[in-house]
Nanobody, 116 residues
Framework: QVQLVESGGGLVQPGGSLRLSCAAS????????MSWYRQAPGKERELVAT????????NYAGSVKGRFTVSRDNAKNTVYLQMNSLRPEDTAVYYC?????????WGRGTQVTVSS
């Protein structure tokens, strides 16, 4: 079955960096577009970044463009989210996601807290 397992979250000071990872299994990762979402307390889940499977083109939410970078390693079935210049408003649970055979799949998420 499809499994997505996020890791790498934690507590970081404003201006700091974190690198999230999402290990995928149960589907053809190299042929799947992967996305990162986040959900802050009291807010709806929002799309942060997407990376396609073919030419690995990327798209970002305006709020993170220039600070976050999404990448993938198809040999390791892993997608990454490098987050730099973190702000308190980036505090959220971060989820990776994919769409496979008619269904959306999500990991359990990893908490990112940006605070001094």
């Amino acid at each position: 079955q499809v499994q997505l397992v996020e890791s790498g979250g934690g507590l970081v000071q404003p201006g700091g960096s974190l690198r999230l990872s999402c290990a995928a299994s149960g589907f053809t990762f190299s042929m799947s577009t992967m996305s990162w979402y986040r959900q802050a307390p009291g807010k709806e889940r929002e799309l942060v970044a997407t990376i396609t499977h073919s030419i690995a083109s990327t798209n970002y939410a305006g709020s993170v463009k220039g600070r976050f970078t999404v990448s993938r390693d198809n040999a390791k079935n892993t997608v990454y989210l490098q987050m730099n210049s973190l702000r308190p408003e980036d505090t959220a649970v971060y989820y990776c996601s994919t769409y496979f055979r008619g269904n959306y799949y999500w990991g359990r998420g990893t908490q990112v807290t940006v605070s001094s």
